[in-house]
């Protein structure tokens, strides 16, 4: 009855033609309801006097942090003054707005209101805006992760910056990424000159453990050590089938000459790694009880193997591009300390994220930043704290000319006598706003992965009964792509438009990403109760598995389950308890009632026969019988170990384990196509020159992931271009 009524409140919402003219009266009381929201119930506690809303309070709410709760704090005040519900949506928050407006509608119904459909429609007075027009250094347009490291290094230079961000609060897709970034960390891994060092100095000058190597990782080395220098042999695939993902398979036949010397420089470092490993691996010591081998080379190696794709009609390959990977992997090295500068804190592990292919992830904490002056820092949380709130608290302290205009769209690049130089913008309550640039504009608007009409026009990957208007994305609805055309209409070139990438760990419902390890979860076919494909892969290659062995659930196709145990190798993961809709915490013994109340009609008994065989295998150090993983780092099932790390098999149980089941299918996740720029981060025209003025960093630029972006390379590329954006223009300006 709930979404019934939802649907008729939501439906009115959209109706026109207020009758603001008749006083609404309500049956004077308090009255609490309940909608579902974006992440959960949204409980209210709503006052009516006889002819007004006296007061509406929050009793319970799950919305996401500084994307959907920030509409409580600016709407409630909002729908109070007006009488009604028919103020502005936020934009950035469409779901978590759309669920107050309903509970509120729903709660005006309950008191009697006297005319739904004014209710619903009455809103504020529109005021007459002064327009706003100003001159600064640097104008940015999106303040997510890219747009805040620039706008922090902009500031640092000594620049005014003004920050133009179209969601009603600053830090973009960066809000619900995972907040791991790839980069190797050499103090906290094998060191040729110390091999049997179990302790490096960090950055920070503090001693810290090395960290293990994870169960598959020498296999894969041994496979590198053996790849064929010939040149890449696409010839080979026009007869062949490519198995992306298949190292085993790509091997064999060649790299792209571009890549050639990173290999064989990587060859020499796994040479001289197994020299030392291997004869301790026959004297009987685990793998994982080794120090992890890691290096720049193997992270710009595995970027080229894991973007090398080709697309759906076979025509087309595309790959990364050397100089980028290379200078993103080199700068990568400089964002812990940058980062820890301003106050951001590491968890100083190299863990592994599903589709990284290797344990170089990088895992903050948050921050702790002395805001508001007082000379005591205070705690932010999360991907706000350390890529929002650390280089706002820079850029905001270091001018105060520097700002930030949030609600408000950029809507064209200001050109001059064939230079870019500034940025025309319009406020959400309509005041125009014209942002001069004395030295240059950067766009880092992020990609275009929520809007789904271009993902399907554009794209050249998937399979094209995969991709439909039904799909949803782990991006914000504010990620349409609109930085692309404005740039387009200075000359901008594009590349890489046909090339997203889909995200496997996805909830049902909106798409949101559902964060997790993969190392020591399964997936598990709803047609089968099976296990489908090895984990550890790609994303593209796990979608695309999920696509051909899952169902079709809620109109949502490729539905599969996740499964995993309490405990996990990835810190801070919720596991264990229910998340409505979205996690389910059941003992075996409840899988088959749980089966059933998602109507999936698969086997439990097959499930949980799976996750036997599967936990055997890894307890025993040998590959699953059904389909193989290459880094299993835990068991689903309760199971003690010894202290030296290997497992009690007489002490193991399913039977008393819980179970975490999330229900997953792949959504829209990163768009590899964008802007062409150079190393220096200026946008190209069509014939390879900068236009004199414009810069681009993050998602918003191509060509960079090639056709497959590794999990947390996204975060490293978006703060590294960042960087290099702003001391571009700094050092443009010089010129």
Same mark, same amino acid.
């Not at 009255?31 to 992440?39: A, F, I, M, P």
């Given at each position: 009855?709930?979404?019934?009524?939802?649907?008729?409140?939501?439906?009115? @919402?959209?109706?026109?033609?207020?009758?603001?003219?008749?006083?609404?009266? #309500?049956?004077?009381?308090?009255?609490?309801?309940?909608?579902?929201?974006?992440?959960?119930?949204?409980?209210?506690?709503?006052?009516?006097?006889?002819?007004?809303?006296?007061?509406?309070?929050?009793?319970?709410?799950?919305?996401?942090?500084?994307?959907?709760?920030?509409?409580?704090?600016?709407?409630?005040?909002?729908?109070?003054?007006?009488?009604?519900v028919g103020v502005d949506a936020m934009t950035g928050a469409t779901i978590s707005c759309n669920a107050l407006k309903t509970a509120v509608v729903e709660a005006?119904?309950?008191?009697?209101?006297?005319?739904?459909?004014?209710?619903?429609?009455?809103?504020?007075?529109?005021?007459?805006?002064?327009?706003?027009?100003?001159?600064?250094?640097?104008?940015?347009?999106?303040?997510?992760?890219?747009?805040?490291?620039?706008?922090?290094?902009?500031?640092?230079?000594?620049?005014?910056?003004?920050?133009?961000?179209?969601?009603?609060?600053?830090?973009?897709?960066?809000?619900?990424?995972?907040?791991?970034?790839?980069?190797?960390?050499?103090?906290?891994?094998?060191?040729?000159?110390?091999?049997?060092?179990?302790?490096?100095?960090?950055?920070?000058?503090?001693?810290?453990?090395?960290?293990?190597?994870?169960?598959?990782?020498?296999?894969?080395?041994?496979?590198?050590?053996?790849?064929?220098?010939?040149?890449?042999?696409?010839?080979?695939?026009?007869?062949?089938? #490519?198995?992306?993902?298949?190292?085993?398979?790509?091997?064999?036949?060649?790299?792209?000459?571009?890549?050639?010397?990173? @290999?064989?420089?990587?060859?020499?470092?796994?040479?001289?790694?197994?020299?030392?490993?291997?004869?301790?691996?026959?004297?009987?010591?685990?793998?994982?009880?080794?120090?992890?081998?890691?290096?720049?080379?193997?992270?710009?190696?595995?970027?080229?193997?894991?973007?090398?794709?080709?697309?759906?009609?076979?025509?087309?390959w595309v790959y990364s591009d050397v100089r980028m990977v290379s200078q993103m992997v080199e700068q990568g090295q400089d964002l812990k300390p940058w980062l820890?500068?301003?106050?951001?804190?590491?968890?100083?592990?190299?863990?592994?994220?599903?589709?990284?292919?290797?344990?170089?992830?990088?895992?903050?904490?948050?921050?702790?930043?002395?805001?508001?002056?007082?000379?005591?820092?205070?705690?932010?949380?999360?991907?706000?704290?350390?890529?929002?709130?650390?280089?706002?608290?820079?850029?905001?302290?270091?001018?105060?000319?520097?700002?930030?205009?949030?609600?408000?769209?950029?809507?064209?690049?200001?050109?001059?006598?064939?230079?870019?130089?500034?940025?025309?913008?319009?406020?959400?309550?309509?005041?125009?706003?014209?942002?001069?640039?004395?030295?240059?504009?950067?766009?880092?608007?992020?990609?275009?992965?929520?809007?789904?009409?271009?993902?399907?026009?554009?794209?050249?990957?998937?399979?094209?009964?995969?991709?439909?208007?039904? =799909?949803?994305?782990?991006?914000?609805?504010?990620?349409?792509?609109?930085?692309?055309?404005?740039?387009?209409?200075?000359?901008?070139?594009?590349?890489?438009?046909?090339?997203?990438?889909?995200?496997?760990?996805?909830?049902?419902?909106?798409?949101?990403?559902?964060?997790?390890?993969?190392?020591?979860?399964?997936?598990?076919?709803?047609?089968?109760?099976?296990?489908?494909?090895?984990?550890?892969?790609?994303?593209?290659?796990?979608?695309?598995?999920?696509?051909?062995?899952?169902?079709?659930?809620?109109?949502?196709?490729?539905?599969? @389950?996740?499964?995993?145990?309490?405990?996990?190798?990835?810190?801070?993961?919720?596991?264990?308890?229910?998340?409505?809709?979205?996690?389910?915490?059941?003992?075996?013994?409840?899988?088959?009632?749980?089966?059933?109340? @998602?109507?999936?009609?698969?086997?439990?008994?097959?499930?949980?026969?799976?996750?036997?065989?599967?936990?055997?295998?890894? =307890?025993?150090?040998?590959?699953?019988?059904?389909?193989?993983?290459?880094?299993?780092?835990?068991?689903?099932?309760?199971?003690?170990?010894?202290?030296?790390?290997?497992?009690?098999?007489?002490?193991?149980?399913?039977?008393? $384990?819980?179970?975490?089941?999330?229900?997953?299918?792949?959504?829209?996740?990163?768009?590899?196509?964008?802007?062409?720029?150079?190393?220096?981060?200026?946008?190209?025209?069509?014939?390879?020159?900068?236009?004199?003025?414009?810069?681009?960093?993050?998602?918003?630029?191509?060509?960079?992931?090639?056709?497959?972006?590794?999990?947390?390379?996204?975060?490293?590329?978006?703060?590294?271009?960042?960087?290099? $954006?702003?001391?571009?223009?700094?050092?443009?300006?010089?010129?």
């Open positions: 009855m709930k979404k019934i009524f939802s649907m008729l409140v939501l439906a009115a @919402l959209l109706l026109c033609g207020c009758k603001q003219d008749v006083p609404l009266t #309500f049956q004077a009381g308090t009255y609490e309801v309940t909608t579902q929201g974006h992440n959960g119930d949204i409980r209210l506690s709503m006052t009516f006097s006889d002819s007004t809303i006296l007061d509406i309070q929050v009793l319970e709410q799950h919305e996401t942090p500084h994307i959907g709760d920030i509409v409580f704090d600016q709407m409630i005040p909002q729908i109070i003054k007006a009488n009604g005006a119904s309950m008191a009697n209101v006297s005319d739904v459909e004014q209710f619903s429609t009455t809103g504020l007075p529109k005021e007459e805006k002064q327009p706003v027009e100003g001159t600064w250094d640097v104008v940015i347009v999106g303040a997510g992760g890219a747009g805040m490291a620039a706008a922090a290094e902009a500031a640092q230079q000594g620049n005014t910056v003004l920050v133009i961000e179209k969601n009603a609060e600053i830090g973009g897709n960066t809000l619900v990424s995972g907040g791991i970034f790839q980069s190797v960390m050499p103090y906290l891994v094998w060191d040729p000159a110390h091999p049997d060092a179990k302790t490096g100095v960090g950055y920070d000058g503090q001693t810290y453990d090395k960290a293990k190597s994870g169960p598959g990782c020498i296999k894969d080395l041994e496979t590198i050590l053996g790849w064929d220098e010939k040149a890449f042999d696409a010839a080979y695939y026009k007869t062949h089938a #490519f198995e992306p993902g298949n190292i085993v398979e790509l091997a064999p036949h060649g790299v792209h000459s571009e890549y050639l010397p990173v @290999l064989q420089e990587l060859k020499k470092e796994i040479a001289a790694y197994l020299a030392w490993a291997q004869p301790k691996l026959a004297s009987g010591v685990p793998e994982t009880d080794l120090t992890l081998f890691s290096t720049k080379n193997l992270h710009i190696f595995q970027t080229y193997y894991g973007g090398l794709r080709q697309s759906d009609d076979k025509q087309e820890a500068n301003m106050g951001v804190t590491f968890l100083e592990r190299q863990i592994i994220i599903v589709g990284a292919l290797w344990f170089r992830g990088n895992k903050m904490l948050g921050a702790d930043i002395d805001t508001d002056g007082d000379g005591t820092a205070e705690h932010y949380d999360g991907n706000w704290g350390a890529y929002i709130m650390a280089p706002y608290n820079i850029f905001a302290k270091a001018n105060k000319e520097n700002r930030i205009l949030k609600s408000t769209t950029a809507r064209e690049l200001i050109e001059e006598g064939g230079r870019v130089k500034g940025v025309k913008a319009v406020m959400d309550d309509g005041t125009p706003v014209t942002a001069h640039a004395r030295k240059g504009v950067i766009v880092a608007t992020g990609g275009y992965a929520a809007n789904i009409r271009k993902v399907i026009d554009s794209n050249r990957y998937w399979n094209k009964k995969y991709l439909t208007t039904h =799909m949803a994305s782990t991006n914000r609805s504010s990620l349409q792509g609109e930085g692309l055309d404005m740039a387009e209409k200075v000359g901008a070139s594009l590349t890489g438009m046909g090339w997203t990438q889909l995200m496997p760990l996805s909830y049902i419902d909106y798409g949101n990403l559902a964060f997790g390890s993969v190392s020591d979860a399964v997936f598990i076919s709803a047609k089968t109760g099976k296990r489908f494909v090895d984990e550890s892969l790609e994303r593209d290659v796990l979608s695309a598995k999920a696509f051909e062995n899952g169902i079709n659930l809620y109109g949502k196709q490729g539905a599969y @389950l996740y499964i995993g145990g309490e405990e996990t190798t990835e810190p801070n993961e919720k596991r264990g308890v229910d998340v409505p809709g979205k996690q389910y915490a059941r003992t075996p013994a409840q899988l088959p009632e749980l089966l059933k109340t @998602l109507k999936i009609n698969v086997s439990a008994d097959a499930i949980l026969e799976t996750i036997r065989d599967y936990d055997m295998a890894v =307890m025993d150090g040998q590959q699953p019988a059904d389909v193989s993983k290459r880094y299993a780092t835990n068991t689903i099932g309760r199971v003690e170990r010894r202290p030296d790390g290997t497992y009690d098999k007489s002490t193991y149980s399913l039977d008393s $384990a819980m179970l975490t089941i999330r229900p997953l299918a792949p959504a829209t996740h990163h768009t590899m196509g964008g802007l062409v720029v150079d190393e220096k981060r200026h946008v190209l025209d069509a014939s390879g020159k900068p236009i004199p003025g414009l810069y681009a960093a993050g998602e918003v630029t191509g060509g960079i992931h090639g056709g497959n972006r590794l999990g947390g390379n996204a975060l490293t590329e978006i703060l590294v271009s960042g960087r290099i $954006a702003a001391s571009s223009i700094t050092e443009d300006a010089k010129k």
